[in-house]
Protein backbone atom coordinates (compact mmCIF):
# COMPACT_ATOMS: atom_id res chain seq x y z
CA UNK A 1 0.00 0.00 0.00
CA UNK A 2 1.04 3.40 -0.81
CA UNK A 3 1.04 4.33 2.73
CA UNK A 4 3.15 2.04 3.80
CA UNK A 5 5.61 3.21 0.75
CA UNK A 6 5.44 6.66 1.78
CA UNK A 7 7.01 5.76 5.31
CA UNK A 8 9.36 3.30 5.45
CA UNK A 9 11.84 3.61 2.89
CA UNK A 10 12.89 7.01 4.79
CA UNK A 11 14.81 5.03 7.57
CA UNK A 12 17.32 4.50 4.53
CA UNK A 13 17.98 8.53 4.32
CA UNK A 14 21.51 8.14 5.64
CA UNK A 15 22.55 5.25 3.11
CA UNK A 16 25.09 2.99 3.32
CA UNK A 17 23.10 0.20 3.89
CA UNK A 18 23.77 -3.09 2.16
CA UNK A 19 22.18 -5.73 0.12
CA UNK A 20 20.87 -7.56 3.06
CA UNK A 21 19.79 -4.61 4.72
CA UNK A 22 17.60 -3.92 1.49
CA UNK A 23 16.10 -7.85 1.73
CA UNK A 24 15.30 -6.80 5.82
CA UNK A 25 13.59 -3.13 4.74
CA UNK A 26 11.55 -5.21 2.03
CA UNK A 27 10.57 -7.82 4.53
CA UNK A 28 9.67 -5.43 7.13
CA UNK A 29 7.51 -3.50 4.25
CA UNK A 30 5.82 -6.40 3.32
CA UNK A 31 4.64 -7.19 7.37
CA UNK A 32 3.22 -3.80 7.20
CA UNK A 33 1.11 -4.34 4.11
CA UNK A 34 -0.05 -7.73 5.19
CA UNK A 35 -0.58 -5.87 8.92
CA UNK A 36 -2.18 -3.47 7.25
CA UNK A 37 -4.62 -4.75 4.96
CA UNK A 38 -5.30 -7.08 7.83
CA UNK A 39 -6.49 -3.66 9.96
CA UNK A 40 -8.44 -2.39 6.73
CA UNK A 41 -10.15 -5.10 6.33
CA UNK A 42 -11.30 -6.09 10.22
CA UNK A 43 -12.10 -2.09 10.14
CA UNK A 44 -14.13 -2.20 7.09
CA UNK A 45 -16.25 -5.09 8.63
CA UNK A 46 -16.75 -3.30 12.22
CA UNK A 47 -17.78 -0.04 10.45
CA UNK A 48 -19.55 -1.54 7.45
CA UNK A 49 -23.02 0.13 8.12
CA UNK A 50 -21.21 3.44 8.96
CA UNK A 51 -20.19 3.04 5.74
CA UNK A 52 -23.00 2.65 3.82
CA UNK A 53 -23.96 6.23 4.72
CA UNK A 54 -20.77 7.77 3.52
CA UNK A 55 -20.54 9.59 0.63
CA UNK A 56 -17.10 8.10 -0.35
CA UNK A 57 -17.10 4.80 2.08
CA UNK A 58 -20.07 3.74 0.44
CA UNK A 59 -18.41 2.69 -2.36
CA UNK A 60 -16.04 -0.12 -0.62
CA UNK A 61 -16.55 -3.57 -1.68
CA UNK A 62 -18.32 -4.34 1.81
CA UNK A 63 -20.23 -0.75 1.95
CA UNK A 64 -21.46 -1.58 -1.71
CA UNK A 65 -22.42 -5.13 -1.21
CA UNK A 66 -19.62 -6.86 -3.56
CA UNK A 67 -18.21 -8.71 -0.92
CA UNK A 68 -19.80 -10.04 1.92
CA UNK A 69 -19.09 -10.20 5.21
CA UNK A 70 -17.76 -14.19 5.47
CA UNK A 71 -15.80 -13.30 2.38
CA UNK A 72 -14.15 -10.46 4.50
CA UNK A 73 -13.71 -12.48 7.27
CA UNK A 74 -12.07 -15.45 4.95
CA UNK A 75 -9.65 -12.56 3.81
CA UNK A 76 -8.83 -11.61 7.32
CA UNK A 77 -7.93 -14.91 8.19
CA UNK A 78 -5.68 -15.69 4.92
CA UNK A 79 -4.08 -12.40 5.78
CA UNK A 80 -2.94 -13.28 9.65
CA UNK A 81 -1.65 -16.51 8.17
CA UNK A 82 0.77 -14.92 6.13
CA UNK A 83 1.55 -12.11 8.54
CA UNK A 84 2.69 -15.32 10.70
CA UNK A 85 6.23 -16.12 8.92
CA UNK A 86 6.72 -12.32 7.82
CA UNK A 87 6.90 -11.83 12.05
CA UNK A 88 8.61 -15.19 12.72
CA UNK A 89 11.53 -13.96 9.71
CA UNK A 90 11.90 -10.33 10.91
CA UNK A 91 12.48 -11.65 14.76
CA UNK A 92 11.78 -10.16 18.12
CA UNK A 93 12.23 -6.31 17.08
CA UNK A 94 10.55 -6.24 14.09
CA UNK A 95 7.91 -8.24 15.34
CA UNK A 96 7.64 -6.76 17.92
CA UNK A 97 7.03 -2.76 15.98
CA UNK A 98 4.22 -4.79 13.99
CA UNK A 99 2.72 -6.45 16.92
CA UNK A 100 2.33 -2.75 18.24
CA UNK A 101 1.18 -1.57 15.15
CA UNK A 102 -1.79 -4.32 15.08
CA UNK A 103 -2.15 -3.61 18.72
CA UNK A 104 -2.68 -0.17 18.44
CA UNK A 105 -4.99 -0.09 15.55
CA UNK A 106 -7.09 -2.65 17.25
CA UNK A 107 -7.39 0.07 19.81
CA UNK A 108 -8.32 2.60 17.58
CA UNK A 109 -10.86 0.25 15.84
CA UNK A 110 -12.60 -0.86 19.09
CA UNK A 111 -12.58 2.62 20.43
CA UNK A 112 -9.99 5.21 20.11
CA UNK A 113 -11.88 5.98 16.99
CA UNK A 114 -14.43 7.58 18.64
CA UNK A 115 -12.22 9.96 20.95
CA UNK A 116 -11.47 13.68 19.89
CA UNK A 117 -7.64 14.38 19.18
CA UNK A 118 -7.40 10.66 20.15
CA UNK A 119 -7.98 9.17 16.92
CA UNK A 120 -5.54 11.56 15.04
CA UNK A 121 -2.62 11.12 17.41
CA UNK A 122 -2.95 7.09 17.21
CA UNK A 123 -3.19 7.26 13.40
CA UNK A 124 -0.36 9.31 13.19
CA UNK A 125 1.33 6.37 15.91
CA UNK A 126 1.04 4.36 13.00
CA UNK A 127 2.60 6.03 10.34
CA UNK A 128 5.70 6.17 13.18
CA UNK A 129 5.38 2.56 13.96
CA UNK A 130 5.89 2.19 9.99
CA UNK A 131 9.20 4.39 10.20
CA UNK A 132 10.40 2.87 13.42
CA UNK A 133 10.22 -0.84 11.18
CA UNK A 134 12.32 0.07 8.89
CA UNK A 135 14.74 1.55 11.30
CA UNK A 136 14.68 -1.22 12.96
CA UNK A 137 15.03 -3.47 9.96
CA UNK A 138 18.62 -1.80 9.23
CA UNK A 139 19.77 -2.16 12.62
CA UNK A 140 20.36 1.54 13.51
CA UNK A 141 18.96 3.67 16.05
CA UNK A 142 16.06 6.05 15.02
CA UNK A 143 16.85 9.37 14.48
CA UNK A 144 14.10 10.97 16.96
CA UNK A 145 13.99 15.11 15.52
CA UNK A 146 13.28 12.83 11.73
CA UNK A 147 10.41 10.83 14.09
CA UNK A 148 8.85 13.94 15.27
CA UNK A 149 9.03 15.61 12.16
CA UNK A 150 6.75 12.42 10.52
CA UNK A 151 4.64 12.54 13.45
CA UNK A 152 4.06 16.23 12.93
CA UNK A 153 3.85 16.18 9.43
CA UNK A 154 1.49 12.68 9.45
CA UNK A 155 -0.89 14.66 11.82
CA UNK A 156 -0.84 17.78 9.46
CA UNK A 157 -2.41 15.10 6.53
CA UNK A 158 -5.09 13.33 8.73
CA UNK A 159 -6.51 16.83 10.47
CA UNK A 160 -6.43 17.85 6.79
CA UNK A 161 -8.90 14.77 6.31
CA UNK A 162 -11.09 15.53 9.16
CA UNK A 163 -11.39 19.04 8.17
CA UNK A 164 -12.60 17.37 4.96
CA UNK A 165 -14.97 15.41 6.35
CA UNK A 166 -16.09 17.59 8.89
CA UNK A 167 -17.56 19.75 5.97
CA UNK A 168 -18.82 17.28 3.40
CA UNK A 169 -20.39 14.95 5.92
CA UNK A 170 -20.91 16.69 9.29
CA UNK A 171 -20.30 14.91 12.43
CA UNK A 172 -22.86 12.29 11.54
CA UNK A 173 -20.34 9.39 10.00
CA UNK A 174 -17.33 10.15 12.55
CA UNK A 175 -18.55 10.31 15.68
CA UNK A 176 -15.29 11.88 16.92
CA UNK A 177 -15.96 14.69 14.58
CA UNK A 178 -18.30 16.20 17.30
CA UNK A 179 -14.93 17.60 19.07
CA UNK A 180 -13.80 19.51 15.68
CA UNK A 181 -14.55 22.86 14.17
CA UNK A 182 -13.20 23.89 10.90
CA UNK A 183 -11.36 26.92 12.92
CA UNK A 184 -9.90 24.69 15.67
CA UNK A 185 -8.84 22.06 12.49
CA UNK A 186 -7.30 25.56 11.43
CA UNK A 187 -4.98 26.50 14.28
CA UNK A 188 -3.69 22.89 14.52
CA UNK A 189 -2.87 22.38 11.40
CA UNK A 190 -0.75 25.62 11.83
CA UNK A 191 0.56 24.17 14.95
CA UNK A 192 1.74 21.24 13.36
CA UNK A 193 2.92 22.67 9.99
CA UNK A 194 5.51 24.41 12.39
CA UNK A 195 6.70 22.16 14.44
CA UNK A 196 7.10 20.01 11.05
CA UNK A 197 9.30 22.53 9.43
CA UNK A 198 11.23 23.29 12.81
CA UNK A 199 11.39 19.26 13.04
CA UNK A 200 12.80 19.11 9.77
CA UNK A 201 15.39 21.47 10.09
CA UNK A 202 16.61 20.17 13.46
CA UNK A 203 16.99 16.72 12.15
CA UNK A 204 19.29 18.24 8.25
CA UNK A 205 21.27 19.99 11.28
CA UNK A 206 21.91 17.28 14.00
CA UNK A 207 20.91 14.17 12.75
CA UNK A 208 21.17 13.52 8.89
CA UNK A 209 24.72 13.79 8.29
CA UNK A 210 24.04 15.91 4.93
CA UNK A 211 26.42 18.63 4.62
CA UNK A 212 25.01 22.62 5.01
CA UNK A 213 22.97 22.70 1.53
CA UNK A 214 21.06 20.34 2.31
CA UNK A 215 19.05 22.75 4.05
CA UNK A 216 17.50 24.49 1.06
CA UNK A 217 14.78 21.75 1.18
CA UNK A 218 13.46 22.92 3.90
CA UNK A 219 12.11 25.21 1.30
CA UNK A 220 10.94 22.14 -0.01
CA UNK A 221 9.36 21.16 2.79
CA UNK A 222 7.66 24.69 3.38
CA UNK A 223 5.84 24.28 -0.46
CA UNK A 224 5.03 20.51 0.56
CA UNK A 225 3.13 22.11 3.77
CA UNK A 226 1.50 25.07 1.88
CA UNK A 227 0.59 23.56 -0.86
CA UNK A 228 -1.33 20.82 1.06
CA UNK A 229 -3.11 23.43 3.45
CA UNK A 230 -3.73 25.30 0.25
CA UNK A 231 -5.91 22.04 -0.87
CA UNK A 232 -7.87 21.74 2.48
CA UNK A 233 -8.61 24.92 3.16
CA UNK A 234 -8.45 26.92 -0.29
CA UNK A 235 -9.95 24.03 -2.28
CA UNK A 236 -11.96 21.71 -0.35
CA UNK A 237 -9.98 18.91 -0.60
CA UNK A 238 -7.79 16.66 1.54
CA UNK A 239 -10.02 13.96 1.70
CA UNK A 240 -7.46 11.76 0.41
CA UNK A 241 -4.28 12.89 1.59
CA UNK A 242 -2.37 10.09 -0.15
CA UNK A 243 -3.84 10.63 -3.62
CA UNK A 244 -3.16 14.30 -3.07
CA UNK A 245 0.36 13.62 -2.40
CA UNK A 246 0.80 11.23 -5.08
CA UNK A 247 -0.99 13.11 -7.84
CA UNK A 248 -0.93 16.91 -7.73
CA UNK A 249 1.31 18.37 -10.00
CA UNK A 250 2.58 21.01 -7.51
CA UNK A 251 3.72 18.24 -5.00
CA UNK A 252 4.64 15.72 -7.97
CA UNK A 253 7.29 18.81 -8.89
CA UNK A 254 8.23 19.66 -5.58
CA UNK A 255 9.14 16.57 -4.40
CA UNK A 256 11.31 15.99 -7.71
CA UNK A 257 13.41 18.61 -6.87
CA UNK A 258 13.30 18.08 -3.35
CA UNK A 259 15.01 14.80 -4.41
CA UNK A 260 17.69 16.44 -6.84
CA UNK A 261 18.36 18.64 -3.94
CA UNK A 262 18.90 15.76 -1.42
CA UNK A 263 20.62 13.24 -4.14
CA UNK A 264 23.90 14.33 -3.79
CA UNK A 265 23.68 14.04 0.04
CA UNK A 266 22.76 10.46 -0.22
CA UNK A 267 25.29 9.47 -2.55
CA UNK A 268 27.96 10.64 -0.77
Not at 62 to 67: I, K, P, V
Not at 157 to 177: D, F, N, Q
Not at 205 to 233: D, K, N
Request: overall charge positive.
Amino acid sequence: MAKNLLVVPLALLDGGWSGSGAARVALALGAFVLASSLVYVLNDIADVDRDKRHPVKRHRPLASGRMGIPAAWATAAVLGALLGPALLALGPGGALVVGLYLAVNGAYSWKLKHLPLVDVFVVATGFVLRLLGGYEATGRPAEMWLVLTVLAFCLVLILGKRRHELSVSGTGHRPALVGYSAHFLDLVLVLCSALAVVGYLLYLRTESGFGPYALLTVVCALLALFRYLQVVVVDGGGGEPVKTLLRDRVMLANSAVWGLLLLPHLAA
